[in-house]
């Protein structure tokens, strides 16, 4: 592999044309689409790319991707967002994320502060001193998932009237849980009772500890993410809007405590109060991470430090495993860096190598990893020159070859597949979205015409970076979905989500020949292609337009 140092300039732009180094949009994702649609976690591990917002490409991936079987969300406790939420009730309230004033700090109120960097977005804080203030009735937060985005979505809404929901809830315990940390807090399902926990020892035992989480309790570990050790209902629903209350079991004010929520997890239980399978969609991203924070087992030494250590991360990947038997998919999701292609590799396995540890320590039984090259985006002012592609396919050829290299690794390039388009509002992304029929963009029940309606092709922020609203994110998203599909699915040669009779009959038709009936790519359709069509028989990744038209898939 060159190095990105020396890629001529004059050739920066041939190579995105190609579809990447080996002329593909993905490697190793074979298994993707039967993996993502059956019982799986998806981990999102990434950066501004990546917050808990239908405006950022992976959230997005849940109302464009064809994921009938969404079980389980988990997330932090921002105030805002449109994952998992935790809406505060008291005052004052201080949050452990990028955003915030105080970032990374926590115990703002002692003489020598904390720093807890783990990017769970985020942990909050209460104080309970002489001026703390409750809500009504003691409440502190209220929990909670918005279901409304998804109901417009491919997948449909998380949960209906009638479905048996539990939660999960998750806080970080400080250096002197004893002394300092609020001892019991009132957990309520809407505004009904439920449990009022033991924050001190009634949390949840550790499988990485060599405990077991279904026996018992254990007393909360400080610095670190705990869950409490009894999962809770969440049924009595409200909007469909998923509520859990936090309340004081007992007067806090003037107390001098702390308590800091991290979080929960919601999950579809059966009458047992056992998980049913399917996705489970999770994510450790915050605005203004990197990749080094995600690979250098080194705990933060100010407010501002985005490292945190592999301890940090185990605590939260354990609790926040449902069944270790469920297998992971850990998709990752950042922003490409100032970075040469070797610095970007080894900073790359740097992060596989850690993750892998830990999830070997909790005993996860089966991982992979999906690295993703997003969208172009202007690079600091470079725009659409060939310095700037250099610059992104010097990274995506670095994801390529970590695929190559490392068996439970694949990676997905929605650069390529979108030809290294810069989607500014330019006529080159225009014309890209009517040749390929973008101007009938369409999952679940929103039908958007992304070239000539109030997008006008521009799907940018102001920084030339995120996408710029939630439409936008969907496209990324859906190029993401069908590259997935495409590398799943290669026998789907009607392009409407089922192979059958009808892909058979075009399969006959191309025997013998190169072409699209050549699935394994060998210059001849044969009977070693006629296998892989059989194996793939029956329902695949389901096709929304413009993906089954023939102006996306060419004549």
């Not at 003489?111 to 807890?116: G, R």
């Not at 989480?213 to 869950?227: D, E, K, S, V, W």
């Amino acid at each position: 592999m060159v190095c990105l140092v020396i890629f001529s300039l004059t050739t920066a732009l041939s190579l995105s044309a190609s579809g990447g180094a080996n002329g593909s949009h993905s490697t190793g994702l074979e298994n993707m689409a039967q993996t993502l649609r059956g019982d799986v976690r998806l981990i999102i591990m990434g950066d501004s790319f990546s917050t808990p917002m239908f405006a950022r490409v992976p959230l997005a991936t849940l109302r464009t991707w064809p994921l009938s079987n969404v079980k389980a969300i988990s997330g932090g406790a921002p105030q805002d967002g449109h994952g998992v939420r935790a809406v505060k009730w008291c005052s004052p309230v201080s949050a452990l994320q990028w955003s915030d004033p105080g970032k990374y700090s926590a115990m703002r109120s002692s003489n020598k502060p904390e720093y807890f960097s783990l990017p769970v977005r985020g942990i909050r804080e209460i104080y309970t001193n002489s001026t703390f203030t409750s809500g009504p009735s003691g409440q502190l937060f209220m929990f909670r998932f918005d279901d409304s985005e998804m109901a417009s979505g491919v997948s449909g809404q998380f949960a209906v009237p009638g479905d048996n929901l539990r939660f999960r809830f998750l806080y970080w315990a400080n250096r002197d849980p004893i002394n300092t940390m609020v001892r019991n807090v009132s957990l309520r399902d809407y505004y009904s009772p439920v449990l009022v926990a033991d924050l001190l020892d009634g949390a949840r035992p550790y499988w990485h500890l060599g405990e077991n989480p279904n026996n018992g309790a254990r007393t909360a570990i400080p610095l670190q993410i705990n869950a409490i050790s009894t999962d809770i209902s969440a049924n009595l629903d409200i909007a469909n809007t998923l509520q859990v209350g936090i309340f004081e079991s007992t007067p806090l004010v003037g107390t001098n405590k702390y308590f800091n929520p991290a979080g929960g997890v919601y999950y579809h239980a059966d009458e047992s109060g056992a998980r049913i399978p399917g996705l489970y969609y999770s994510y450790l991203a915050d605005d203004g991470w990197s990749y080094y924070g995600y690979g250098s087992d080194t705990a933060p030494t100010n407010e501002s430090d985005r490292r945190f250590s592999e301890d940090q991360f185990v605590h939260w990947l354990d609790v926040t495993t449902l069944d270790r038997q469920q297998p992971v998919v850990f998709m990752w999701y950042l922003a490409p860096e100032w970075l040469h292609y070797d610095e970007a590799k080894l900073a790359i396995e740097s992060m596989l190598d850690q993750t892998d540890r830990e999830a070997q320590r909790v005993g996860i039984s089966n991982w992979q990893h999906m690295l993703v090259t997003p969208h172009m985006f202007d690079w600091g002012g470079l725009g659409n020159t060939p310095t700037a592609h250099a610059w992104m396919q010097g990274q995506r050829d670095a994801m390529e070859d970590v695929a190559t290299e490392r068996q439970n690794v694949s990676h997905a390039s929605i650069y390529d597949a979108s030809d290294g388009v810069l989607f500014d509002g330019t006529q080159d992304g225009n014309d890209w979205l009517l040749q390929n029929g973008f101007d009938a963009f369409q999952y679940g029940t929103n039908v958007v015409d992304l070239s000539n309606g109030p997008l006008g092709g521009n799907f940018l922020d102001a920084m030339g970076l995120h996408p710029l609203e939630e439409h936008s994110a969907a496209f990324f998203s859906a190029i993401l979905g069908d590259i997935i599909r495409e590398a799943g699915c290669p026998a789907d040669l009607k392009a409407d989500g089922i192979i059958d009779i009808s892909d058979l009959l075009l399969f006959i038709n191309g025997w013998g020949q190169p072409g699209d009936s050549d699935l394994n790519e060998d210059g001849i359709t044969d009977i070693s292609d006629l296998l892989i069509l059989i194996n793939g028989w029956g329902e695949c990744w389901p096709v929304q337009a413009p993906f089954n038209t023939p102006a996306f898939r060419g004549p």
